[in-house]
């Protein structure tokens, strides 16, 4: 078959891409058409979305369309006291929209066994942030990780905080809260209030970087650390959110495509602005980075939390491919160290000035607390060691009820279902939360009492309970790594600070008077300030 070359050839010489192409205003008609049938369609998604409470027989609160309950919740920054307040008026489990993203609230024990112990590879994820990263981002810690990646870590970082290797940080700890006591001491006058919760933040983050990263930055004795200055406002960012969080809220489906383009945009700022002046987290990230290449790089090896995760990287050139991998990537070796940092400052220095002021109004807790460690340790202060103090029995039911009275991270409690199931008849889908009402639980009456839970009562600890009724550390596979360090640390250094001072309250101070706020976790607004009288002798 022969072709006609000449006909062809003039048929390509009359084409005009411009002849095929639609007009300027027909295209503008087809893209407002199809954006306007998308927006139908996802406003439909929404409507849709506001049916899920009344499909499994959940009570929730009056909701606003597309808002949902975020702007109630989010109003007077205490998410706590909202939930709680909701879980009087609609009992012990019921639901709420952050958007229109429904949220199961819950404070019935039955539900939270099935959810953190019974069901907990049904519920292996956290509740996600209002920015997430994706479910395989190689760059995720062990607080975001699910499922394989976050057993792996969790492997690989619980020796970390076995008894043996808190015992060999508890020098450490103890040298720290040496220098708390001699801060205090140069910085206190008779009868001067003090802001103690100042003093507890720059202790608690200096324990964190002297023993995790092996680092020693003059935290509390320098008063304008550019470490302490930058995490500081880390945590100060979580009380407001950005557009890009406000965004996350409320079109949650989009949340990681959200970050990718926040990612994107920051890189593109950064030719122009250094990016560590903008945000203090990519400083803080930063930061890490350096330390851990420093120590990678070094010939002696400290027996510390750094060098465990960098040796878990180091042990990967023999591994199969086929068995789970016994180790950490670099980016993950980076992600928890920030992890660790960031989750046990803020919470363990809340915890101080809370019990601070406890024992400034609660006198004689102050009078029993000096009467057992006076016991325990006489005069020779160097017996206060990790160790030790918790054979100290009425100071561990003190700092039980005071995390009890004030539990301070509610919010991260909340689990998200990972595979579809139902629990006690509710129909659960994948990627519905689970929060915890943790304050209703810790103030129930029939799992505190006999004595009343709206007091404070140190020996209520010494009955045993159920064990889903104390919630501080969460519950569970994915409890808290690190509360086994927490509360060493918080009992340090309160053994320390109760031989030294007396702990009195403001003329006008009250127990119920501390002015709290909700971001990352539940604190005082204005920290808690109270008198410091040097004790004229010692145990």
């Not at 199809?34 to 406003?43: A, V």
């Not at 700022?269 to 930063?286: G, H, M, R, T, Y």
Request: glycine share 4%.
């Amino acid at each position: 078959m022969a072709f006609d070359w000449e006909s062809i050839w003039l048929e390509l010489n009359q084409f005009k891409i411009e002849n095929y192409l639609p007009d300027p205003l027909t295209l503008l008609k087809a893209s407002s058409t199809t954006l306007l049938g998308l927006g139908l369609i996802y406003l439909g998604k929404i409507w849709y979305s506001y049916r899920f409470f009344k499909k499994r027989g959940l009570k929730s609160p009056d909701h606003e369309f597309f808002y949902g309950n975020f702007r109630q919740i989010h109003k007077d920054k205490n998410y706590s006291e909202v939930i709680k307040k909701w879980t009087e008026k609609y009992g012990k489990t019921y639901g709420y929209f952050e958007g229109h993203l429904p949220v199961i609230v819950t404070s019935d024990l039955e539900i939270i066994q099935e959810v953190f112990i019974k069901q907990s590879t049904n519920f292996s994820a956290r509740k996600k942030s209002n920015l997430n990263r994706k479910e395989n981002d190689p760059s995720s810690n062990l607080f975001t990780s699910t499922k394989g990646r976050w057993k792996r870590m969790r492997m690989i970082m619980n020796p970390t905080f076995s008894s043996a290797k808190l015992r060999e940080l508890g020098p450490i700890l103890v040298n720290c809260a040496d220098r708390l006591i001699d801060v205090l001491n140069k910085d206190s006058e008779a009868n001067k209030e003090v802001n103690v919760s100042e003093y507890f933040k720059r202790f608690t983050m200096d324990s964190i970087w002297n023993c995790a990263f092996g680092v020693d930055i003059n935290m509390q004795y320098e008063k304008d650390n550019l470490y302490f200055k930058k995490c500081e406002e880390i945590f100060l960012r979580t009380l407001e959110l950005s557009l890009a969080e406000y965004l996350g809220v409320f079109f949650h489906e989009f949340k990681e495509l959200i970050l990718e383009y926040l990612i994107i945009i920051m890189t593109v700022l950064s030719k122009f602005v250094d990016p560590k002046k903008l945000i203090p987290f990519i400083w803080l990230n930063e930061k890490v980075q350096e330390i851990v290449e420093l120590r990678e790089n070094k010939d002696n090896k400290r027996k510390d939390y750094i060098q465990l995760l960098i040796d878990s990287k180091l042990e990967s050139e023999n591994y199969d491919l086929f068995e789970t991998r016994k180790f950490l990537s670099s980016l993950e070796i980076k992600a928890n160290l920030i992890l660790f940092m960031l989750a046990g400052y803020e919470t363990t220095s809340t915890t101080l000035s809370y019990a601070s002021h406890v024992l400034a109004t609660h006198p004689d807790e102050q009078l029993r607390l000096h009467d057992e460690i006076s016991a325990a340790f006489g005069n020779d202060l160097s017996l206060i060691n990790s160790d030790s103090v918790q054979e100290l029995k009425y100071l561990d039911w003190f700092v039980k009820e005071v995390l009890r009275f004030y539990p301070i991270a509610n919010s991260v409690v909340a689990r998200r279902c990972t595979k579809k199931t139902t629990i006690k008849g509710i129909d659960i889908p994948v990627d519905t939360p689970i929060a915890v009402d943790v304050l209703s639980i810790h103030f129930d009456a029939d799992l505190w009492g006999p004595h009343d839970p709206n007091q404070f009562y140190p020996p209520r600890h010494q009955v045993k309970r159920n064990p889903l009724a104390f919630m501080a550390f969460g519950n569970g596979p994915r409890n808290c790594i690190g509360m086994k360090f927490a509360l060493i640390e918080l009992k340090i250094a309160l053994c320390k600070l109760i031989v030294d001072f007396e702990f009195l309250p403001k003329s006008y101070h009250r127990l119920n008077d501390i002015n709290l706020i909700e971001g990352a976790v539940r604190s005082p607004k204005n920290g808690v300030t109270i008198l410091l009288n040097k004790r004229k002798t010692y145990c």
